[in-house]
């Protein structure tokens, strides 16, 4: 029997995979997608509206399994979805948290939808402070693919005409809530920019998806589907057109390579079976989330690619970049002490920002180059903040109810820069649990980064208290790397095949039709968030692919 | 505009759903206090808790400290929502917990019996309240008492993590969210954006 040969094989169903997915399938062409988890059924997977008391234990989660948690969005109500048994190891001195998620869809299920366009400020970054190389795209290139992701998904914003942020083409703003107010004075006193933030999460119907009902906790999935997800925004679209063949629980290991050096298709193993299986492609997309794409092609060594498939470069792996997170002020607002309860959770924290800043007039008036941007949070959560009040009785009830409006805090997300010693690479003793070498994180936060952490220290207290809150501390440390999972770099796009791994198309130099489709292709992480860029970016890639096709490149 | 009834229907559908979640048996007052079931409040009374970690009098003890860390204040408290039933739920699944709780109890008791001949329980409210306080409040702590402080600590987030998460507890604070909202909720102090003059706390 002939084996079947697909137009293309795309690995991964996230926002790089899944927008791949979507743009292919339209275009006419047979796609197989390989994804290493099963479906999530909605209904049953997502456990919204559940109160606290509907959760055995009280949303806290088994305590025996508390500490391997990711982080806010892997808990109770998540359980059973992000996967816990990932094989990587760590350089001696490096921290790194890897939250996997492999359900269909990925982590778009469980997003924090802030959804900002970069702009030349980003691509040009390096023209303009002189560290590091530029993208080999200008915003103008990429403008009108954001702006159809926009279209498509539903962004809610409002237009700011900040220098540092290109605006789009926004649904009506998440409306302020008091502490927001009262938050945004306080900023404004010391000339900090507070707005409202472009979110993904729809504030009114949009393309035949429900308008968000605000009921709060978005990171745990989305019952109706208000904000954007792979499988409720892309995958109907590609399955409606007969060209997808969605294999799941398929966890990809390796790029099959032809003769003539280039892929041939991907080799992985049904995590049923444990069996190893081979699909077959006439190009080849890659978009399994930044690591792992780079360790599936580190691991995709052959007799033409003795250092893993498209790495003539040695760039492979290399500049992993991520955002550096972490709690910069806590305290609480005094002004709100004993009003009623507001619901202020109703998009998790991302009602508003506080837009990079720094560095915008000259690019090193700071003691640090390029720039971060903070979220706020706070006010009536699930759980009240005690921190701070002592005693108990009757006194303590009442304290608890008359400060449950009042905390906020304030967070960075703060970029890594590239550098020589952050990189991921393939450790040469360790196996998972189907065979397939391991991935090995090499990665310390930088002395940049570390001084926009002291630096949003520092400002935060002065915003909280010139808001006239009171300032209670901040984290001891930035949460460890990993932890955001906005990781980057690893496969960059550039025009020099001897720097770059990929060219501004996502397509490998050294592999025409071996393309990445994530956030790896990315010069470094920015102030803003990934997913949108992503999507952008997998988008003109995706595009790129189907007119190689009609050119009849691999026919 | 068009189509709005049609998904308020259908959230409204999923929260039927979400309203017959999961239940867990062996517990009383807790179950009552979650509003899982039409639970018969005189049943309740009557059926007595067995404890799944602590000792009978170990538990009798927490109750009475969760009782006083969170009173029922004429209204719902620790008693009524059933948080000893929590924390002793809790300490059996996280064995973490389990020296903690163990060694604490058997401290405050040895301090009860030192100061006044009696266990904790033993002691009337204003012996047991003075006790609590020389371990709650930093100006009223004493020199040799951290292990009870330590201990008292540890009672107190549990005992606020067991309350504020029972539906008692959320009514209490009149926690809004997991509701539905036509539209993104928004301040309601428009002409006052410092929240300078906002009227008098409620509470």
């Keep these: ?555 | 505009m068009a189509g709005q009834g049609i998904e308020r229907r259908e959230v409204l559908r999923i929260l039927a759903i979400s309203s017959v979640a999961a239940q867990f048996p062996g517990f009383k007052r807790w179950t009552f206090a979650c509003g899982h079931v039409q639970a018969d409040s005189a049943q309740i009374k009557n059926a007595a808790y067995a404890p799944q970690f602590f000792t009978p009098a170990e538990y009798y003890t927490m109750e009475r400290l969760t009782e006083m860390i969170i009173p029922s204040d004429g209204g719902a408290g620790a008693r009524e929502a059933g948080v000893s039933e929590f924390v002793d739920f809790m300490v059996r699944s996280d064995p973490s917990l389990q020296y903690k709780f163990r060694f604490g109890l058997g401290w405050l008791d040895a301090h009860s019996e030192r100061l006044h001949s009696k266990t904790f329980v033993a002691l009337g409210p204003n012996e047991q309240n003075e006790i609590l306080r020389r371990l709650a409040y930093k100006k009223e702590f004493r020199e040799g008492e951290e292990d009870g402080r330590v201990f008292f600590a540890l009672v107190r987030e549990y005992t606020v993590m067991g309350f504020y998460t029972s539906r008692i507890g959320l009514e209490e604070l009149d926690y809004p969210g997991l509701k539905f909202y036509s539209e993104s909720p928004s301040c309601p102090h428009v002409n006052d954006r410092e929240h300078l003059h906002l009227p008098p706390p409620k509470y």
């Design chain 1, 1 to 555: 029997m002939a084996k079947q040969i697909y137009d293309v094989v795309v690995i991964g169903t996230g926002a790089g995979g899944g927008m791949a997915i979507k743009t292919l399938c339209e275009a006419g062409l047979k796609v197989c997608a390989l994804n290493a988890g099963r479906a999530l059924n909605p209904a049953k997977d997502f456990r919204n509206h559940r109160m606290p008391y509907d959760m055995k234990y009280r949303a806290f989660g088994d305590p025996k399994k508390r500490d391997q948690s990711y982080g806010y969005m892997d808990n109770e109500y998540t359980e059973g979805i992000w996967e816990h048994e990932i094989t990587y190891t760590t350089a001696p001195g490096t921290e790194w948290m890897w939250p996997r998620c492999f359900a269909v869809g990925g982590k778009t299920n469980f997003w924090g939808r802030s959804a900002a366009r970069m702009g030349d400020i980003d691509f040009q970054a390096a023209s303009l402070d002189g560290f590091g190389v530029d993208w080999p795209v200008k915003y103008a290139e990429i403008a009108p693919y954001y702006s159809r992701v926009e279209r498509l998904i539903g962004v809610a914003g409002t237009v700011q005409n900040r220098p540092s942020n290109p605006d789009g083409d926004y649904l009506p703003a998440m409306n302020f809530r008091c502490l927001d107010w009262i938050l945004q004075r306080g900023a404004e006193k010391v000339g900090v920019p507070y707005l409202p933030d472009r979110v993904a999460q729809l504030t009114v119907n949009h393309e035949g998806h429900p308008a968000c009902h605000f009921c709060g906790n978005c990171t745990e999935g989305c019952d109706t589907g208000s904000f954007f997800s792979t499988p409720r925004y892309l995958l109907p679209a590609a399955e409606a057109t007969k060209n997808l063949e969605l294999r799941t629980n398929a966890l990809a290991k390796n790029i099959l390579v032809h003769e003539n050096g280039r892929a041939a298709g991907v080799a992985y193993v049904d995590r049923h079976t444990k069996q190893e299986a081979e699909v077959y492609g006439r190009a080849v997309v890659v978009a399994a989330s930044c690591v792992e794409s780079a360790r599936i092609m580190l691991n995709s060594k052959s007799r033409h690619w003795p250092m893993g498939i498209a790495n003539s470069s040695g760039q492979l792996g290399r500049n992993l970049c991520d955002h550096m997170y972490g709690t910069t002020a806590y305290g609480y607002l005094p002004q709100l002490l004993g009003q009623p309860s507001f619901p202020d959770n109703v998009s998790t924290c991302e009602i508003a920002w506080l837009p990079r800043w720094q560095n915008l007039k000259n690019p090193r008036e700071e003691a640090f180059i390029r720039g971060y941007s903070m979220y706020p949070g706070g006010g009536c959560q699930e759980f009240p903040e005690t921190r701070g009040i002592e005693g108990f009785g009757s006194e303590f009830k009442r304290e608890i109810k008359r400060r449950y409006p009042t905390p906020v805090n304030l967070g960075i997300q703060a970029p890594s820069l590239p550098s020589e010693t952050n990189f991921v690479d393939i450790d040469p003793e360790v196996k998972d649990a189907y065979g397939i070498p391991a991935a090995r994180l090499h990665f310390q936060w930088g002395a940049n980064e570390l001084k926009m952490w002291e630096h949003a220290k520092q400002v935060s207290r002065e915003i909280l208290r010139a808001a006239g809150g009171e300032y209670a501390g901040c984290s001891d440390h930035p949460e460890i790397p990993g932890y955001s999972l906005h990781e980057t770099g690893t496969c960059r796009m550039g025009d020099e095949p001897k720097h770059f791994v990929t060219n501004r198309f996502g397509q490998t130099h050294d592999v025409p039709n071996l393309f990445v489709s994530d956030a790896s292709v990315f010069l470094n992480c920015t102030d803003k968030t990934t997913t949108l860029s992503i999507l952008a970016f997998s988008m003109r890639t995706s595009e790129y692919i189907a007119e190689e096709f009609r050119r009849g490149a691999w026919s």
